[in-house]
Every structure is written in C-alpha cells, then in structure tokens.
C-alpha cells in the first residue's frame, strides 16, 4: 500500500528534496521577522515593542475592527491595508502546511471511522470522541497494512485510545504513561468495558469470542533506550504487571534489565501510537521507530513544543527535541522557548474567538503588560525567575465561547494557590485559547481575577466611560502579586504606571495579532523537520505529514505516519 495526497499548497513535501525545499523557504521568510518570534508579550510595555513593527502596519490596525484583528491568523486581509501588510500575511499563509481535515479514506484505502458507542465513549468530551474515534481508525489501518501484532499507545493518559484499540478493533495494546493514577484508571475503566461486552457476548451467544484488556505500564520515558525496552518486553500480563509501577529513581535501571528482551522475540511487529505526544515524547518515539527493529510502524500527532529541547540552547545530556533532520541542522536556524511557544497558537482557535471574548482578552494582555512593568520597578528581582502566575487548564477552555462580564465592583481579590503547567507526568497540553498566552507567563483567569460570572445575558461594557480600566489593572496588579507570595507595597504607584501605558494600549491586540499569525507557520517548520528525519533514512520507509482532524474541533491535528517497508518473500 502507498500513501497518497493532494493539497492546494504551492509547496510540496512528497519528497526530501521537496520537504527541504519548504523549509528554506519558512527560514527565508521568519530570518526578518525573529524580532516576533523572539518577543515576550508580558514586555510590550517596558520594551516598546510595537516600535520594531513597520509604522504604517501599526497605524493602520490600531483602528481596526477587533474581529479583523482575529481573522490575521487565518491569513485574511483587507483591502485597504497597507501592500506590504498584506504580503506579509498572504506569502506567510501560503508558506504553513493546510488543515483541512484531509480525505481518508482516499488516502488510507479501506480505512472506516466508527462512531464509538455510549460505553466506551463515556468521559470523553466533544473534543477527545472526536480524536479518538478518528486516530483509531488511522492506527488500525495503519497496524493491518504493518501486519502489527501490537499497538504500543506512548503517552496514553485515562487510555481512551488504547482501550478503543483493544475492544472495538480487537488488538493486543500496551499503555504506557508516567502517571500512576493514569495507569489505574485506564485498568478500572477497561474492567468496566470489559464487563459490558462480556454481557453482550453472553447475550448474543458469539461463543468464545476472546477479549483484548490493553496491558498498562506506568514509568516515565525518558530516553529512546527506555522507550525500546517498553516497546521489546514481553507482552504477557505477568511482565506488564511486573512493570508497573516505575519509580522515577530506578526507571534507568529497570529499563538497562528489560534491553536484553528487545529480541527476545522475534516474531514481535509494534505499531507505535502518540495522540498529543508531550515535547520530546513525540520525538523520541520517531527514534525509536528507527532504532528498534520491531517497530514496522508509527502514527504520531505531536503538542507541546514549548517543552520541546533544543540543541545548542537547552542544556541537557540526552538527544534534543530539535532539530531532528540534518537538513535543519545544516541550515543553522535557532527558534528559541519563545518560538516554539508561538508554535502552539492556533488560527482556528483565533477565528472561533467572538468579539466580546477578543476584545477582553486583549485589554487582560495590556494589563499583563503593564504588570510586567510593576514587577520591574518595584521587584526587580522576581524578573529573574521569569514569574508564571494564574491558572491554566479546563477551566479556560469551557469558557471559551462564553461572553464576559465586567464587574463594576470589585470588593474581594481571590488569591488561589500557585498551579504547575505541569503535573506528575508527561500531560497532553492542549493549545491554550487566547485567555491564556504561552508567552506572557501569565494565564488571565478572569474568574480568579475579578470575581465575575458570565451568563447567557452578560454584555461587555465598551469604551473608557463604562469601566474605570485603571481600576481593573490595580486590582489585577494586586491578584498578581498575591499569587506570587509578594506583599503589595503603599509605595506602589499603580496609576502612574497605567498612565505610562494606557495610551499604547490600543496596540497591543494589532501586535498579538500579527505575531500569532507566525504561529502555524511555526509548527509547519517543526513538524516538517520531523518530516524530513525520516525521509532522509530513505526508501526503506514510507512517510506521510496528514491532518487527520477537524482543525475546528482539534487544531492541533496533523499526523506523522510511517512505516517500514515490508520484505517481499
């Protein structure tokens, strides 16, 4: 079988030589713009950063109508804008790889998305039924053509995946995941599926018709040679249970034990399968497919490049995340964290924004800003850790379609506990919407922030009349600086410095704008870095880049797949 595509993109990636040909063409044209790539939002302020963006840009979108502003991402232009403006924007858009959700089953001949059923839908939103549903088939097609005796899921959370991959595809799976509470939930959640088609079986009088219990091992992947031992072990229940689980301090250890079984058996064909990957993750299972003779196949949809590693500016021991191909290590083009957190911005997300919601998060962005300049004057030394305060997670995602209220008086500042944007294992981050930006280090929980609640009725109040906007920076200066343990001092002059700010404040939704918009241009550069590492290995692989989702329901939707080619006997 042989992957086929078609896109409407002018460039192609059919090939190595057409896939570094791209690529050159992305470093061409970010090389002027690094002074986007490389900002930190939170300094828009303190370092004038709108100073570095073409004057006629500015001065032309500084009046323009916010939902214009959102709609940059997505690379739509207006008429009377400026020439240059609108080349910059066009030629970017042509440059990013396209989302539209591809053909499937024109691509994979035979391939079926099945709807999942009430059982083993249960707990999955709107948003994972749809992945879920979707990235099975892919896998199954893809392990059927690899004749892959087992599915390892690599980073597989409450085991949705591997669990659809187990019952309704019935194929042996591995779960493998750092957290241990991940691990127990996937076992008790498939005892309960199990329990439900054992009943239908019994039911239906089917006969001894077997069911597959994917296996769950808990231990963190560090390294290739980690993941190759997990990947070589022998699949029977008493060594998966023997595995599990890992402690962080002999993971290394045990991993060294389990190396020797990687050709224990030689029959062992793996398919490797990564929904969301975190950072490295997804790069190490791209090494390992390479590395570990039994791996015939890998699908593989990455997230996170802001915990991706990047050689010559992270400092670690191990391989980095990035770059992976020799054609982007020749070429010598740095990103930086602030790159590759711009990676993760997504157009769609942008354009599903409503006014209301662009319009306030814009205004929390200036308040961000303005705080950054707070800290500066009165606590310069905080500004050395970089400080990251707020919330980040599921409660801003509900909230992203619901229409924000201000307010008018704001008795009480809530100061919540300090949260992690990482907990005890190698989470799936989803790409955050725009209430929370990866850059500024600071995620605008406007809940938390101004005790307000939105409702059905709730309407924005516009303009400077309506809300007294230096009121709400004090009080989110305030709730900023409770978070970060620091005691607010009477000799704080909050109003002079909204007063320094506010009249650049009208900037900073153009500047967000423009800069978000290098954002799937960003991702297009990573993920065709890992594109091209597997098609510089040669003929002896296939390999596809394809966006399997609905970017409208998943933005973060392109898949990595690829497969050995099998021996002819």
């Given amino acids: 079988m042989e992957f086929r595509t078609t896109s409407d993109c002018k460039y192609s990636c059919d090939t190595a030589t057409h896939t570094l040909h791209w690529i050159n063409a992305i470093i061409h044209f970010l090389k002027p713009f690094t002074f986007f790539m ?78 999942l059923n009430s059982v083993l839908a249960q707990g999955m939103n709107m948003k994972k039924k749809h992945e879920v549903e979707v990235l099975s088939a892919v896998v199954n097609s893809i392990a059927d053509s690899a004749r892959g005796h087992t599915i390892v899921d690599v980073g597989a959370g409450q085991g949705y995946l591997a669990q659809v991959l187990s019952f309704q595809y019935q194929h042996s799976v591995v779960a493998i995941d750092a957290c241990s509470h991940h691990g127990s939930i996937t076992d008790a959640r498939a005892e309960r599926i199990k329990k439900h088609y054992a009943a239908q079986m019994r039911k239906s009088e089917t006969g001894n018709w077997s069911l597959n219990v994917p ?130 911005q997504s157009a769609e997300r942008w354009r599903g924004m409503e006014k209301d919601a662009g319009l306030h998060n814009f205004e929390l962005h200036s308040f961000r800003a303005a705080f950054q300049m707070v800290l500066c004057k009165y606590y310069p030394e905080v500004m050395i850790t970089n400080p990251s305060i707020g919330r980040q997670g599921k409660s801003l995602r509900r909230r992203q379609h619901r229409k924000v209220e201000y307010p008018l008086n704001h008795k009480e500042i809530a100061c919540p506990s300090l949260h992690s944007n990482m ?33 059905s009725k709730s309407t924005r109040c516009e303009g400077p009349k309506s809300v007294d906007k230096y009121a709400l920076f004090e009080k989110f200066s305030q709730s900023g600086l409770c978070h970060l343990g620091l005691k607010p001092s009477q000799d704080i002059k909050f109003h002079e410095i909204w007063k320094e700010a506010e009249p650049f404040a009208e900037l ?45 329901v998943s933005p973060r939707n392109v898949a990595i797949i690829a497969k050995k080619i099998l021996t002819q006997i």
């Avoid at 500084?62 to 804008?81: A, F, T």
């Fill in 38 to 115: 490389h900002a930190h939002v939170v300094n828009f302020f303190k370092d004038r950063l709108w100073e570095s963006v073409d004057k006629e840009w500015m001065d032309c979108l500084r009046n323009e109508p916010v939902e214009n502003l959102l709609l940059i991402p997505s690379g739509v232009v207006q008429d009377h804008w400026p020439a240059s403006l609108k080349d910059f924007i066009v030629t970017l858009r042509s440059l990013v790889f396209p989302r539209e959700q591809a053909d499937l089953q024109t691509v994979l001949p035979g391939l079926h998305v099945i709807s």
């Fill in 215 to 344: 296996k769950t091992i808990t231990c963190r992947v560090m390294s290739i040679g980690m993941l190759k031992a997990l990947t070589g072990m022998s699949l029977h229940k008493d060594d998966a249970e023997q595995l599990r689980p890992f402690e962080e301090d002999n993971a290394k250890l045990e991993g060294e034990k389990l190396k020797s079984s990687c050709n224990a058996n030689n029959d062992t064909s793996l398919v490797l399968a990564g929904l969301h990957a975190c950072g490295d993750l997804s790069v190490t299972m791209l090494k390992t497919f390479l590395d570990c003779k039994e791996v015939k196949a890998i699908v593989s949809i990455g997230c996170c490049y802001n915990l991706l590693s990047e050689e010559g500016i992270d400092k670690t021991e191990t391989q980095c995340g990035f770059p992976m191909s020799a054609g982007v290590k020749s070429a010598g083009f740095s990103l930086g964290k602030n790159s590759r957190d711009l990676a993760c």
């Fill in 423 to 455: 907990k005890g294992s190698c989470r799936n981050i989803e790409p955050k919407e725009l209430e929370t930006d990866k850059n500024s280090g600071l995620a605008l929980d406007t809940d938390v922030l101004f005790h307000g609640h939105s409702s």
């Fill in 508 to 552: 900073i939704g153009p500047y967000w704008s423009l800069r978000a918009a290098l954002g799937p241009l960003l991702e297009t550069f990573l993920l065709l870095d890992r594109l091209l590492f597997l098609q510089e290995q040669g003929s002896s692989l296939e390999v596809i880049m394809l966006p399997i989702f609905d970017p409208e």
